[in-house]
């Protein structure tokens, strides 16, 4: 009776064990297995790469949205102007037409006053004997001035939905650089490699070769490094590559485009071999993703990536087969 009532306890526990033993078993082999760290390591050298064009490709759209926005504002502030310019005339067409309107014209005051076609109103203004010369060139200047609002007014409207259609580029570039952006990060916290930098480091001192605004540029250069790599930034709390070599280089009074797609169009008559690079030329990277500032005895100076800071490297070590060709400044 004892072994039969032991028996009969020890059944459901057993099954019970069982079927916790089969689910677990089966949760395993469905859950997926962390990646290791060189598999880690390997999409983080593919993600830094596909940010590296994705960064510029956005620094690219952000710039033509600036372009847009400062184009649409100067055309907004001479549609202002043209406004003032047709109100005040617009007084003096009144005194005229009530003048007129007086000894015996034929249009009345509130006519003239609620008229919005400028060439209406010079019609019915403008009968035989009654403009005298100076009330004629009243017109004409009212009649210039609304003409000049209505194109710039068409001009500001063009403008306007072209910087409305690049922003919402831009935020579309945004969106996509952002998540490339927190899956390297999550990445390098996983490595123990994520660097936050110091936004107010006072970098090292430059005692290279370099000469002239080449040495000035370098000598800026060397100062930030320390601080933090950020996608879109031009210091000077923190950089992106070409951000960075933009800042170095107007410290030495050489005004660079934003971009490395633009630094390099721009440098297209300053090109030099990678043979005869001296300290100073700005380097790019095949597929014009990222670019850095060389410093001499092979060494590059340069704001990498997400989670890094600004730094000098071995040009040969990190660069070896990458490069692309060089600018001299």
């Given at each position: 009776?004892l072994?039969?009532?032991?028996?009969?306890r020890?059944?459901?526990?057993?099954?019970?064990?069982?079927?916790?033993?089969l689910?677990?078993?089966?949760?395993?082999?469905?859950?997926?297995?962390?990646?290791?760290?060189?598999?880690?390591?390997?999409?983080?050298?593919?993600?830094?790469?596909?940010?590296?064009?994705?960064?510029?490709?956005y620094?690219?759209?952000?710039?033509?949205?600036?372009?847009?926005?400062?184009?649409?504002?100067a055309?907004?502030?001479?549609?202002?102007?043209?406004?003032?310019?047709?109100?005040?005339?617009?007084q003096?067409?009144?005194?005229?037409a009530s003048?007129?309107?007086?000894?015996?014209?034929?249009?009345?005051v509130?006519?003239?006053?609620?008229?919005?076609?400028?060439?209406?109103?010079?019609?019915?203004?403008?009968?035989?004997?009654?403009?005298?010369?100076g009330?004629?060139?009243?017109?004409?200047?009212?009649d210039?001035?609304?003409k000049?609002?209505?194109?710039?007014?068409?001009?500001?409207?063009e403008?306007y939905?072209?910087?409305?259609?690049?922003?919402?580029?831009?935020?579309?570039?945004?969106k996509?650089?952002?998540?490339?952006?927190?899956?390297?990060?999550?990445l390098?916290?996983?490595?123990?490699?994520?660097?936050p930098?110091?936004?107010?480091?006072?970098?090292?001192?430059?005692?290279?070769?370099?000469?002239?605004?080449?040495k000035?540029?370098?000598?800026?250069?060397?100062?930030?490094?320390?601080?933090?790599y950020?996608?879109?930034?031009?210091?000077?709390?923190?950089?992106?590559?070409?951000?960075?070599a933009?800042?170095?280089?107007?410290k030495?009074?050489?005004k660079?485009?934003?971009?490395?797609?633009?630094?390099?169009?721009w440098?297209a008559?300053?090109?030099?071999?990678?043979?005869?690079?001296?300290?100073?030329?700005?380097?790019f990277s095949?597929?014009?993703g990222?670019?850095?500032?060389y410093?001499?005895?092979?060494?590059?100076?340069?704001?990498?990536?997400?989670?890094?800071v600004?730094?000098v490297?071995?040009l040969?070590?990190?660069?070896r087969?990458r490069?692309?060709?060089?600018?001299?400044?």
């Open positions: 009776m072994v039969r009532s032991v028996r009969k020890l059944v459901p526990a057993v099954a019970g064990l069982a079927v916790a033993v689910v677990t078993s089966q949760g395993s082999a469905a859950a997926e297995p962390r990646p290791t760290v060189a598999q880690a390591q390997a999409r983080l050298d593919k993600l830094q790469d596909q940010a590296d064009k994705m960064v510029e490709r620094n690219t759209v952000a710039e033509r949205y600036k372009a847009a926005k400062k184009k649409y504002n055309l907004d502030r001479e549609l202002g102007r043209e406004r003032d310019k047709v109100d005040t005339l617009r003096d067409v009144v005194s005229t003048n007129m309107y007086q000894y015996g014209g034929m249009m009345s509130p006519g003239v006053i609620s008229q919005d076609d400028p060439a209406r109103l010079l019609a019915g203004l403008s009968v035989a004997g009654q403009v005298s010369a009330q004629a060139r009243t017109l004409e200047e009212f210039a001035a609304t000049g609002l209505r194109t710039r007014r068409g001009k500001a409207k403008a939905d072209d910087m409305a259609k690049v922003l919402a580029d831009v935020a579309k570039e945004k996509q650089v952002e998540k490339l952006v927190g899956e390297q990060e999550s390098l916290r996983r490595l123990n490699r994520f660097n930098g110091n936004p107010n480091s006072v970098g090292i001192k430059y005692d290279g070769a370099a000469s002239g605004n080449a000035v540029a370098l000598q800026f250069a060397y100062a930030q490094v320390g601080k933090p950020r996608y879109g930034a031009t210091g000077p709390a923190a950089y992106d590559c070409s951000g960075f933009q800042a170095s280089w107007a030495a009074g050489v660079l485009p934003r971009t490395t797609y633009q630094q390099w169009a440098g008559k300053r090109r030099v071999s990678l043979n005869d690079i001296q300290p100073g030329d700005l380097l095949n597929g014009l990222h670019m850095g500032i410093a001499g005895s092979g060494k590059m100076v340069h704001a990498p990536h997400t989670g890094d600004v730094r490297v071995s040969d070590s990190y660069y087969g490069l692309i060709g060089a600018v001299r400044p």
